[in-house]
Each structure stands twice: as C-alpha cells, then as structure tokens.
C-alpha cells in the first residue's frame, strides 16, 4: 500500500550536515506516522527519530538529540532528516518506515512499523 524510498545519503566529514529524504507513494501519507531507524555494520537497526501525522510532535533518540531534525511534508509525501553536527559513529544505513496503527505515544518500536524504505547509507569520516 505504501511504497518508501530514502535517498541523500553519502559521504561527508564529522561536524558536517546532511538531508535525508524519504518519498513515500500512495494518497494517503498524512494517515501515517513515520520514522527513521539506522543500522551500523554488525549492530542491530535502532530507533533515530519520529514524527507524528500532522508533523506537530516528534521524539529523538538520545545519541542524536539537538543534532538531528525530523520533518515532513504531507502535501508532498515526503518526510526528512536534517542531520547536523555529524560525528563518525553516526555512519550506518539509514531506514524510513511508516506506522499505520494509530499511536497516542511516540512511535519508537520497529515492530509497529508496518512499511520499510530500501535504505540509504550515511558515511562519516574524521
């Protein structure tokens, strides 16, 4: 039903900035909650960040609070991460989801995503 896919990934040197992008197919995105995971070489796929429907609330993981922004744009089906200061532990693939379940609370388990983007690989050197 819902097709994601990330792009603006690359290299780029610590204390440097980057902008995902996440393109979300169908008429019906404003309907989903949406998120960014990552996953570094050997580790499990961790939480990043989150927005809700209307964009009004969003939530960080610790590692990444103050450095990255998470936001979206339902008029063009788009969602984005804003990824500055970067440090080298930063460096994984970066996933977008989007959760159909309708949530009170912040979405943070990968489970109650129900759609996964291709990812796209976020290099950081020093």
């Known amino acids: 039903q819902v097709q994601l896919v990330e792009s603006g990934g690359g290299l780029v040197q610590a204390g440097g900035s980057l902008r995902l992008s996440c393109a979300a197919s169908?008429?019906?995105?404003?309907?989903?909650?949406m998120g960014w995971f990552r996953q570094a070489p050997g580790k499990e796929r961790e939480f990043v960040a989150t927005?809700?429907?209307?964009?009004?609330?969003?939530q960080y993981a610790d590692s990444v609070k103050g450095r990255f922004t998470i936001s979206r744009d339902n008029a063009e089906n788009t969602v984005y991460l804003q990824m500055s200061n970067l440090k080298a532990e930063d460096t994984a693939v970066y996933y977008c989801?989007?959760?159909?379940?309708?949530?009170?609370?912040?979405?943070?388990?990968?489970?109650?995503?129900?759609?996964w983007g291709q990812g796209t690989q976020v290099t950081v050197s020093s």
């Open positions: 989801a989007a959760a159909a379940g309708f949530y009170i609370r912040p979405v943070r388990r990968q489970e109650q995503y129900d759609y």
């Open positions: 169908g008429r019906t995105f404003s309907s989903y909650t």
């Open positions: 927005i809700s429907r209307s964009g009004s609330t969003t």
